[in-house]
């Protein structure tokens, strides 16, 4: 098992373009969910999903859209890139339909120029 | 929604001897409460976790316990080594589970 697999690991963006951050997990987890980590702030939520067909907005939903069209993948992407995005983002996944016991991937470092 | 606020923000100890990370929660229908350890550069990593219908919980040097009342919650390390230094994040879930509410984090330095 790979886990919880993000990329890219590390991204360069300039203001107003898009991008989308991948994230996939073989453990077949029904909760799916991004975080963002800026300096003591801790992880903030973005986006999670309870299962495939089914998202919803966390504490930090602007500029960011989801999607979980299959168990495996819950891509974020970013509509016109902010430097107020600059951040790293993790996603996570959970087996059951709730943020426990909730497995992180490695993280991607994304910079908005 | 839940607040979590996690104290201190920075902590250093020597090596061999206790630390200890509170945090508060505001949301009393909160009911499971995860300490996540994050080492440069890679994901967080649940270290322990509790649920509201236990008050202490132990795995070899970690404990955590709650407080329900007061909506407090801590994580302990004994003797602690060189290789517990790390940031460790406390969380809550609020709104039926599905939403997990960090704290801003410790930074943990072991010296030797």
């Known amino acids: 098992n790979a886990g919880v697999t993000q990329t890219p690991k590390f991204q360069v963006l300039k203001t107003g373009q898009s991008m989308t951050l991948q994230c996939a997990q073989d453990m077949n987890h029904e909760y799916m969910s991004w975080y963002r980590q800026d300096p003591g702030m801790g992880l903030r939520l973005i986006h999670y999903s309870v299962g495939a067909g089914i998202t919803d907005q966390g504490e930090v939903p602007n500029g960011y859209n989801v999607s979980r069209s299959t168990t495996e993948d819950f891509p974020l992407r970013l509509l016109s890139a902010a430097p107020s995005q600059t951040s790293v983002y993790f996603c996570?996944?959970?087996?059951?339909?709730?943020?426990?016991?909730?497995?992180f991937g490695q993280g991607t470092r994304l910079t908005v120029v | 929604g839940e607040n979590v606020e996690q104290h201190p923000s920075t902590l250093s100890v020597q090596e061999g001897d206790s630390a200890v990370i509170k945090c508060t929660y505001s949301?009393?229908?909160?009911?499971?409460f995860p300490w996540y350890k994050q080492e440069l550069g890679k994901g967080p990593q649940l270290i322990i976790d509790?649920?509201?219908?236990?008050g202490e919980k132990k795995d070899q040097r970690i404990a955590v316990t709650l407080n329900k009342t007061a909506k407090h919650f801590s994580l302990h390390i004994t003797e602690t080594q060189p290789e517990d230094s790390a940031v460790y994040f406390c969380a809550a879930t609020g709104q039926g589970a599905q939403k997990l509410v960090f704290g801003q984090g410790t930074r943990l330095t072991i010296n030797p």
């Open positions: 996570a996944s959970s087996y059951t339909r709730v943020a426990t016991e909730a497995f």
């Open positions: 509790i649920r509201s219908n236990v």
């Open positions: 949301d009393s229908a909160s009911n499971y």
